[in-house]
């Protein structure tokens, strides 16, 4: 059974930065593409971006474009989220998932203004 964990989130002020970590076990790495996701209070669960084996990653949300990096590694079965130059409105729990099937607990993300 895949079993995912965050961790790294926190409280950072406004134009920080923090990188979140996401630990894989119980499966097979490789075979999943890897996902990040927030959800803000009171709004849906957004898709932040995406990572394949192969390294090639994109993110989806226009809000992070320039800002928020996704990168792995595959020998330590781990995904990342480097998130710079944070905002109040990145303020959410973040999720990490393999290929939207697994999902991890989430670990919460505040930006102080």
């Known amino acids: 059974q895949v079993h995912l964990v965050e961790s790294g989130g926190g409280l950072v002020q406004a134009g920080g930065s923090l990188t979140l970590s996401c630990a894989f076990s119980?499966?097979?790495?490789?075979?999943?593409?890897m996902y990040w996701f927030r959800q803000a209070p009171g709004k849906e669960r957004e898709r932040v971006g995406s990572i394949m084996w192969s390294g090639s990653a994109k993110i989806y949300a226009d809000s992070v474009k320039g800002r928020f990096t996704i990168s792995r590694d595959n020998a330590e079965n781990m995904v990342y989220l480097q998130m710079n130059s944070l905002k109040p409105e990145d303020t959410a729990v973040y999720y990490c998932?393999?290929?939207?099937?697994?999902w991890g607990q989430g670990t919460q993300v505040t930006v102080s203004s």
């Open positions: 998932s393999a290929s939207q099937l697994y």
């Open positions: 119980g499966g097979t790495f490789h075979s999943h593409v």
